[in-house]
């Protein structure tokens, strides 16, 4: 099962890619989930921040994003049955305490990048464990987008966004960025949540 091998990459190295976890039919149906959101203009400039400190900055990241809520299509439900699957797993073997997931699409425009960054706030460490589904089918060497991974020794991992490749990392241990895509670059990113610490320690 491929949660076993998440979980032994989580428990090791703190990170794991799934190739083809998702199958090529799924994946496309979900790509064009995607598109029809887009069309109708559902997706938004993202910011960086929080609350009311929320800011669109291009200079910093350049995607489009929607986020997924339940009953918005069976399609979407489906994807987010099998994360709240793996987020049990996750508890039961690494008991993470994780208690729910968000998500949502996310398209780079030919040009957009994300810099370098963590996906935990510093005064809030809710998020757990980040996933990116990668949407993209057909994705050539030239087309960039790569996730760059920084580890702590100083060495990186460039990662391409592969149709139905899924990548799972802690989320305040590594540093990473998206590299400029020279296409249309669609995922599903999304973070396992726990309760905040200061709540856990009341």
């Given amino acids: 099962m491929q949660f076993d091998t998440i979980i032994d990459d989580l428990a090791e190295r703190g990170w794991s890619l799934q190739r ?47 986020w997924i809520e ?4 069976a399609l979407c439900d489906g ?20 208690e729910e997931f968000e998500c ?14 963590l996906d935990r706030f510093r005064d809030d460490d809710s998020r757990c464990v980040t996933t990116v589904l990668y949407l ?5 060497p030239g087309d960039g987008g790569e996730l760059r991974m920084h580890f702590a020794d100083g060495t990186q991992l460039d ?12 989320s305040g241990d590594f540093p990473h960025e998206v590299r ?12 396992f949540r726990r309760r905040p610490a200061d709540i856990l320690n009341l």
């Fill in 20 to 66: 083809r976890f998702l199958t090529s039919d799924l994946t496309l149906d979900l790509a064009a989930e995607c598109r029809r959101r887009e069309a109708r203009g559902a997706l938004a400039p993202a910011g960086i921040g929080r609350g009311e400190a929320v800011a669109v900055r291009e200079g910093i990241r350049g995607d489009q994003i929607q």
């Fill in 70 to 73: 339940p009953g918005q299509s």
């Fill in 79 to 98: 994807y987010l049955a099998q994360m709240d699957a793996l987020r049990q797993a996750l508890n039961q073997a690494l008991f993470l305490g994780l």
């Fill in 104 to 117: 949502h699409f996310a398209l780079y425009p030919p040009g957009a990048f994300y810099q370098t960054h």
């Fill in 136 to 140: 993209n089918p057909d994705w050539q």
């Fill in 159 to 170: 990662i391409p966004p592969l149709g139905g490749d899924l990548v799972v990392f802690l």
């Fill in 180 to 191: 400029v895509t020279h296409a249309d670059r669609l995922s599903l990113t999304g973070w």
